[in-house]
């Protein structure tokens, strides 16, 4: 599933490809919005929060969509041809010499954008709020703290804590506090916790390669995720992985032995 950094950086491109601009056309190839038609309507902005998006539009309407575990947005000028199948468009926004693609988009909305809550309602502080402050951060802190027996790789995938954190970053968070993720939140500082999640999100908001070493080179960006073959990259021991979460939620889940203190699974 894309990071909460992926989704605000889709936003952003969205954003900057066709907010100020009417739409000539619209194509929306989803069961619910089959008859829909934006024709005529001006692109206000695109926001994102956590991994939820809303494009909004003149006429108080918002397009709202979830990348899920492969959804993607692009852009293309119009006529050029898509690095995707045509049978994976859920929707085709034309704007001139603009076009933008949703590409395997399952959930999609049109909304009234006084209504956007519905979908984000239920969410915990946005790591990548542009207005974030001190008091997200408690909220956050408090949401984590609040079950102190729960692993605590699953509250970190738990939206309702802090929006945006995916499997990448829940696994090198865990690295980088020294603990498996199998390990009881009780064992972490919670801040410290809330802290790091939105440095690497920030960190990586602007850009497509997602590193938590600081370091972009290809195979050198990660700490453990996806190192089972190369090891880990601080002390070149064996990278192991287990899975986490039940059902749906289940995720494989790599942990170094050496680096990270903790329950693991045998």
């Known amino acids: ?80 041809r898509w690095r995707h199948p045509a049978h994976q468009a859920r929707v085709i926004l034309d704007a001139g010499e603009v076009q933008a693609v949703g590409f395997r988009l399952h ?9 956007e809550s519905r979908f984000t309602g239920h969410l915990g502080p946005d790591l990548l709020d542009p207005q974030w402050t001190d008091e997200h951060a408690r909220r956050a802190a408090a949401a984590l703290a609040a079950e102190p027996d729960r692993e605590l790789g699953p509250a970190l995938l738990d939206q309702r804590i802090m929006a945006g954190v995916g499997n990448l970053y829940k696994i090198e968070i865990c690295f980088l506090l020294g603990v498996t993720p199998w390990t009881p939140v009780s064992a972490v500082d919670p801040a410290q916790v809330v802290l790091l999640a939105r440095k690497l999100l920030l960190a990586n908001a602007w850009r497509h390669e997602q590193s938590t070493t600081g370091e972009l080179a290809r195979g050198r960006r990660n700490w453990v995720y996806e190192r089972s073959r190369t090891g880990c990259f601080r002390c070149g021991g064996p990278v192991r992985v287990g899975t986490q979460g039940d059902d749906v939620r289940r995720r494989p889940t790599w942990y ?10 045998a």
């Open 1 to 80: 599933m894309p990071e909460g950094d992926t989704v605000f950086l889709a936003g952003r491109r969205l954003a900057g490809a066709l907010a100020g601009r009417t739409l000539s056309r619209t194509d929306f190839r989803h069961p619910a919005l089959a008859t829909a038609d934006l024709a005529g309507h001006t692109v206000l902005t695109v926001v994102t929060v956590g991994k939820h998006l809303f494009t909004r539009f003149s006429g108080e309407l918002s397009l709202h969509s979830h990348l899920k575990m492969d959804g993607a947005w692009e852009i293309y000028r119009a006529g050029a």
């Open 107 to 115: 959930d999609l909305a049109l909304v009234p954008t006084a209504e």
């Open 256 to 265: 170094c032995p050496r680096c990270q203190r903790g329950p693991a699974p």
